[in-house]
């Protein structure tokens, strides 16, 4: 059974950088036919992707998070990681780690348990 | 690339069926046979439901079945359960550059 696992620290100070790195098990992160993604959420609202990664190391990005994100993986140790920087309020938000299909990158069909990130001073 | 449209609440009663709508537009939900529908219950992650508009994942119940007309995607459940009491997301595949936009969420309450 895939288990997708997000860990790092909770509290990050304003215009910091948060990191956050996803731990898989009981799969390959380097399967041809997912790719590996981070999805947030906000306390109390809805769902935003922040971007998403492919083994090879091919990247995408929401446009509106570009210029601050950037994601990584490690097919050594099978994790994949997430850095967002110049933080803000506006950041704090339960964080997922996730996979989605190749052909249909509106699915997923894992999701980590999430991690509650808390912007503040 | 703005967020898919979904109503804030809806209700039904134990039996009943009710429909969730999802409002995009032709670059997304009118575009791409693409969608898919997320159940979650507080505190936990998200759970698939629905995909690639009408399919259902091994293990979810026939009582979820999923539609799209046009530019709108709706999600249909029959039968309610107290269970199915939680928030439903839908999801469109928007083109290369935007891999996922979410709709904002619709609360279900079972009466």
């Known amino acids: 059974q895939l288990q997708l696992q997000e860990s790092g620290p909770g509290l990050v100070k304003p215009s910091e950088t948060l990191s956050l790195t996803c731990t898989v098990s009981?799969?390959?992160?380097?399967?041809?036919?997912?790719?590996w993604g981070w999805i947030r959420q906000p306390p109390g609202k809805g769902l935003e992707w922040i971007g998403s990664?492919?083994?090879?190391?091919?990247?995408y990005y929401n446009p509106s998070l570009k210029s601050r994100v950037t994601i990584s993986v490690d097919t050594s140790t099978n994790q994949f990681s997430l850095k967002l920087s110049s933080v803000t309020a506006a950041d704090t938000a339960v964080y997922y780690c996730a996979r989605h299909f190749y052909t249909d990158t509106a699915m997923v069909d894992y999701w980590g348990q999430g991690t509650l990130v808390t912007v503040s001073s | 690339q703005s967020a898919l449209t979904q109503p804030a609440s809806v209700s039904g009663s134990p039996g009943q069926s009710i429909t969730i709508s999802c409002t995009g537009t032709?670059?997304?939900?009118?575009?791409?046979?693409?969608v898919s529908w997320y159940q979650q219950h507080p505190g936990k992650a998200p759970k698939l439901m629905i995909y690639?508009?009408?399919k259902r994942p091994s293990g979810v119940s026939n009582r979820f079945s999923g539609s799209k007309s046009g530019n709108t995607a709706s999600l249909t459940i029959s039968g309610l359960q107290a269970e199915d009491e939680a928030d439903y997301y839908c999801c469109s595949y928007a083109g290369s550059s935007t891999f996922q936009v979410f709709g904002g969420g619709t609360k279900l309450t079972v009466l």
């Open positions: 009981g799969g390959s992160i380097s399967s041809r036919s997912y790719y």
């Open positions: 990664i492919y083994y090879s190391g091919s990247t």
């Open positions: 690639e508009v009408s």
């Open positions: 032709s670059s997304d939900v009118g575009s791409y046979n693409l």
